[in-house]
C-alpha cells in the first residue's frame, strides 16, 4: 500500500508540471501536499507534503517533466484536457490501478483532486481519495 501511495504521489507531482505549458503556473520553487482518504481504513493518513522546482525548460517542453510517470512506476498519463485553466486526465497502472483527476492552477497556486483505485499484488483493490494543493514558495535555489 505505501509503494502505491508514492508511485501516485510521483504521478501527481509529475501531472502537474506536464500542463503547467498551456496553464497559468509560474517557474520556481513549488510545495506540493496532498491529503488521502482511504476508504476502510478507520483513521486519517498525514497529509504528504513536497517541494519540487519547475523550471521555464520543464514550463516549455512537458517531456522533461514526465520521466518516470510511465517508466519507473509503470503508470501512465491518458485522456489529458486543457480547458482554460483547468486540467483533467485519467491514469492507468499495468498493475490494474486506475483513476482520474482535476487540477485548476491560477498562477501562484493550484488545486485539484484526484481518484484512485488502487491494486495491490493479491488483486485487492483500494479506492483512494486525493486533494492537492500546490503553491509557489519562491525561486528555485
Known sequence: MR?????LLAVVIF???LFAASVNMKEGKW???M???LKGVP???PPIVQTQCITKKDL???KN???SAGKKEDCEIKDYKVKGNTVSWKTVCKDGSTGSGEITYSGAAYAGIMKMETVD???NKTLVNYKINGRRLGDCK
Open 60 to 62: 516549455q517542453d512537458n
Open 3 to 7: 509503494k502505491s501511495i508514492f508511485i
Open 43 to 45: 483513521f486519517q493518513m
Open 15 to 17: 501531472t502537474a508540471a
Open 35 to 37: 491529503t488521502m482518504d
Open 31 to 33: 510545495q506540493i501536499t
Open 65 to 67: 517533466t514526465v520521466p
Open 121 to 123: 499484488k493479491k488483486g
